[in-house]
């Protein structure tokens, strides 16, 4: 008897443990939802309970800093992950089923590139899209980001092909298939779960990406969101609820993503996508 | 599986190379390029635009300091890690070199700051009495059965040392070099490596990587490179330090949750860890800035849960006076010190002592979502008759961890170890983010990339900026090398 008493206080005891910690997790939501809602006067006097009448206006006026910073970063974010996802599959479906001469130059010349900090390229990059005059465009964003994304990508798709078993390969040859068909038709709809968890990971990174933006980008309407978010943070007199209004509509489309995406995403995880 | 085509077939295969085609040409111009550029612009004086004059070494003498000493350094440093694993009597002799020494020379170097002011003669004997203790500990401690005793010796004699010769007012790097030196005399005269204690090898090869460290460290202090650079990597190693122990609850986490039994409430856990994660990462931290405004929640939970009269408590007992004025707090009664704390609104993010405790709290408790969904991948293998066997054995719940657990996970944590420490190194971005490009109060934050970022962006040198970022690269060259060679990954 007290050996199964014993075991229930144990199970107990973990479900305190964790829901300790989720509680601490989810405070900073807890907090921003919370204070989207509030003027000024509910601000002073009670600024971290959930204070009535809500005061939804301060998300229209939020949406009317923000929305432009938004649409921006969707934008550079999706066809990055878009572009890179094209780029990717195809390189390592080249390193994945061929032998061809000068393969291992080509993967070393990947394989050397993950070991290269971004940090030290920093400025002459700068430099460099300045004298491809692509300063202040979308389009300096997504060489880079396709660039640095599809290193880590090439890696993980390249095993994954790898495991793919051969006689589709084959089966799809012998009916005439080019290779180019073949990563379309067989590589692709296979891939669902490792893409969209590689391509969630890559588009969190880009969205909260703020080096890059803040040196490339010179126009106010022009900027990522995280650059915008930083710079409406740094204003001296702030109106607290609209800020955080502002914040909760740049989480948004995060959990559209994640919504559609999530079942995928867990799976990707548990099925070794990013194992390294 | 691969299929293999030879120079001859390349004439009807040579279409193939356009799939890999676009991303070589991306990667070559926008991270090769870069990179040579970085390299060639480091040898001059360059504001990025029209002035560009060559200057040699100059650069790197700026941020170094005297180069002999750093081009012995890293040449000995370079062959003491491509021999360390090999039998060989070479590898054998830099080993000694490098394990010995380094600390060595570097007790050489430093040698005009001893004796320090203030110590008599008689207190010299001091540290030949540890000299002797700390040896005698490590031949009592080393037995048969004692695998990881070893490692932990080593570390507790070092520490120990150092703070005593710190105690006794010794210069701080002179004081750890010291302590190098003697905890590596210990283990250099220890027997050689047996089948029973397989731990002294490895305990050579940490001794020797402690040496080229201390070397590195008298040397950034004492060849009079830029002071802002060394004091950053000062930060970082803080920092470094301070992940080590975040990434404890991710594991203990995901250990706990698929330690449930119920698999409905393991299923729910694992949906909700994926919530907060929705909150983009540049949303958390602006709040948790939020968070450490003297009127904000952190002061609130200090003040209501007490340990903010516990650090006011601490502050004034030490005399730090970091919240309190010195003379102050040393007449007041600790009923009055608590009277104070219960009113403080300390301003973490404004106060020199306080922004690296705060910039370490950042993110409590710490769980990388990514990080449990990994790691509870990977802890999903485990039978349940593997928990049952274990309870008849009466294994404990810590033992279970270790003998379970953690091996499973292992492949995954110094994977996220060696990424976590690489990744500290290049951190600069949060840093901008919150204190703007002076580093924060008094310059304390100036993390390396900073100075990096600074020094192009704001001040205009370029050139100086590409050879900081230079020294950046080649030292995560290094680490990950270090890596390659001594924390092996089974796969």
Known sequence: ??????????????????????????????????????????????????????????????????????????????????????????????????????????????????LMPGVANLVPLFMLLKNMSLLNTFYALMVVYVTGGQVVQIFILRNFIEEIPQDLFDAAEVDGASPFKQVYHIVLPMSGSVLSTLGILQFIGLWNDYILPLIVMRDDSMLTLAVGLVRMDGEYVKDWGALMAGFTIASIPMVLIFLFTMRLFVKGLAAGAVKG | MAKDISLKQVATYWPLYFFVLPSALLVATFSYFPAASAIYHSVFRWNGNYIKIFIGTSNFQKSLGTPAYWVITLLLTMIMIYNSQKPTLFAKVTKWICGLGFPLVNLVVLSRLYPPTGLTPAAMLIPGITWVGLWLFFRWRMDADSEYKGVLNFTISFLGGASLFMALGLNDVLAWSLSTFMVGLGVWFLPPRTEKVPMLDGMRISQAL????????????????????????GVIAALVLANLLKMVPSIVTAVVINRLKSEASNYWYRVLFVVPMIIPGMVGLLIWKFFFESTGLFNLILRETGIMHLLYLFDAKTGNGVFLDKAQAAAMSTSEIFAAASEATPAWLGNPDLVLPAFIVWGFPWVGVVGVLIYLAGLQSIDSSVYEAADLDGVGAVGKFLNIELPLILTQVRINLVLLIIGTLQMYGQVLILFGDGGGPNGRMMVPGLLMYRSAFVEGYAGYACAIGLILFFLILVLTEINNRFVRVEK
């Open chain 1, 1 to 114: 008897m007290s050996m199964r008493r014993k075991e229930i206080l144990a199970e107990v005891w973990k479900h305190l443990f964790i829901l300790f910690i989720l509680s601490m997790a989810f405070l900073p939501l807890y907090v921003m939802l919370v204070i989207s809602g509030k003027d000024g006067a509910q601000f002073v006097a009670s600024p971290f309970k959930l204070t009535f009448p809500f005061h939804w206006s301060n998300y229209t006026q939020a949406w009317d800093m923000v929305s432009a910073y938004v649409f921006n970063t969707i934008f550079v974010c999706v066809t990055s992950v878009l572009l890179t996802f094209v780029l990717s599959l195809n390189a390592a479906f080249f390193f994945a089923r061929y032998r061809m001469p000068g393969h291992k130059f080509l993967w070393y010349f990947f394989l050397v590139l993950m």
């Open chain 2, 210 to 233: 402690a040496g080229v460290g201390m070397m590195v460290w008298s040397l950034a202090q004492n060849a009079g490179g830029e002071v802002a650079l060394w004091s950053g990597f």
